[in-house]
């Protein structure tokens, strides 16, 4: 932007005097659509009974974890250091108002001032059908019944 022009970019030229402005022409972009996969690259096994939460912050980093679910349950893990892997029982039958959400954080310094790197993923039967990361805080969330089931 010019000083003092709002709405005048770099391409726009401004006549001493006259206030008129000349543009030089920009370049023309044609954009090519891709189509978009309508299933996984791998399959996402719909006959999965379990599904893997995995969790990480940086080398020597604590991380705090977080599960919650559709009946209102929450589990709050202990800080610990390391990655962080658990398993948990898919709902039979699936709704599709189930799911399951996990928050990863990583606690403020002594001196508040910065948070570590954290990351989560989720596996069904090895698949990766989530991952997340973050500056201080990265959430995964899994549909049970439209990430698995209805595949």
Known sequence: ????????????????????????????????LVPVPTRAVTPVPTDARSVRFEAWGEPGATIEITVSDSRHTRYVLP???????????????????????VQVRAPANLGGASRGEVACRVLVGGVVVRSQQGHGSAVCQLSPYYDVRRR
């Open 1 to 32: 932007m010019l000083p003092g022009l709002p709405g005048l970019s770099r391409l726009q030229s401004v006549t001493p005097g006259t206030g008129s402005t000349s543009s030089v022409p920009a370049p023309v972009l044609t954009p090519r």
């Open 79 to 101: 800080a610990r250091r390391g990655p962080i892997a658990f398993d948990l029982a898919l709902p039979t039958p699936g709704t599709p108002s189930d799911f399951f959400v």
